[in-house]
């Protein structure tokens, strides 16, 4: 197993007002990421899928340890990532990377592109001078930025939105990762590049049989691309399963829900779209029983008390609903 990530969470402090400070000793908490667990193969594609506000993000961040989880564990090729000091940390870092939703500020714009590529070759110490130039050019041609030598000596600035995005991927593949957490990696790119880049990432999966961790608010872009898909709702996983699966039999409420809203394919062919009412909840005040309650259509009589588990109803098909359990 490559990764295995048990009861994960992260509370954030809410900063109190003056007031509050006076009238209140109790301390609040966004319940951003809220006992999350699920494990990933070896090149297995794994997307977790929500809205905004799910706690997707955290978790992708949690489990490269960029933030400090609240509890939980994350092991990675058996190694927990948690209890790690930062000097433990350091030589697991190259196997794990991260490609960062928006190409524009994820690159040093006073760095030429071959010096971003191989920044990371250097830190860690996998090669330098000549062989680093040579490794940085083989991977421009990889990610299909050519002439390779051209792009080396470019500056960001220079470069289209999907253009960055090639050279952040080329950046998290330089060190031949095991694991890349990709985080909305063609949400901001241009529609008419995304099925491009997907393919790219496709293809260094074949190539290097590196797993993405992929984090994406889009179903649709789930689907292209991954083995197993895991829905999140305010913090936790509410569906989990083959990608096939999923999109064959979704159980969850949510779930559907979200599926309705990808448009079908067929001319002729209509689909009724489920509308949820208002917004998902706050992350500090968390409704009690399934936090899903009120926005469910089929919401019945204990969904507001009790919390429903995340169960396996089918053989890899986990749901965490009371019509399932
Ligand atoms: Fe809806 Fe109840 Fe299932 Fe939650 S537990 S998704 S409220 S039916």
């Known amino acids: 197993m490559l990764l295995d990530v048990k009861e994960l969470k992260k509370y954030f402090p809410v900063a109190k007002t003056f007031l509050e400070r006076l009238l209140t000793r109790e301390e609040r908490y966004i319940k951003a990421v809220d006992g999350v667990s699920f494990h990933m193969e070896d090149g297995e594609v794994f997307s977790l899928v929500g809205e905004s506000g799910s706690g997707k993000t955290t978790t992708g961040k949690l489990i490269l340890r960029l933030v400090e989880p609240t509890s939980g564990k994350v092991l990675f090729q058996g190694r927990d990532v948690t209890s790690l000091s930062k ?56 990610v299909g930025l050519t002439p390779a030598e051209t792009f080396f000596d470019t500056y960001p600035a220079y470069l289209s939105g999907g253009q960055r995005q090639r050279v952040a991927i080329a950046r998290a593949m330089i060190t031949r990762p095991k694991l890349v957490v990709a985080d909305e990696p063609v949400s901001m790119i241009d529609v008419s590049l995304r099925a491009s880049i997907l393919d790219l990432m496709m293809d260094l999966r074949k190539e290097f049989g590196v797993a993405y961790l992929f984090i994406t608010h889009d179903l649709a872009v789930a689907k292209y691309i991954s083995d197993k898909i895991a829905i999140m709702y305010l913090g936790k996983i509410v569906e989990l399963g083959r990608a096939r699966d999923l999109f064959k ?14 448009p079908v394919p067929v001319p002729g062919r ?41 169960v396996e109803v089918e053989p890899g098909h986990f749901i965490a609903c009371h019509l399932h359990s």
């Open 249 to 262: 039999n979704p159980l969850h409420p949510y779930t559907k829900a979200l599926l309705s809203a990808i």
């Open 87 to 142: 000097e433990e940390l350091r030589p697991l870092r190259r196997h794990m990377q991260i490609i960062y939703q928006d190409p524009y500020a994820s690159l040093n714009p006073r760095m030429r592109i071959g010096e971003a590529i191989m920044d990371p070759l250097l830190i860690h110490g996998i090669a330098e001078g000549r062989e680093a130039k040579e490794m940085v050019l083989d991977m421009l041609e990889r």
């Open 270 to 310: 209509k689909k009724e779209r489920i509308r949820l009412k208002g917004e998902i909840p706050s992350a500090i005040d968390v409704p009690p029983g399934c936090r899903f309650h009120t926005r469910c259509p089929l919401r019945f009589d204990p969904c507001d008390k009790e919390e429903p588990l995340l």
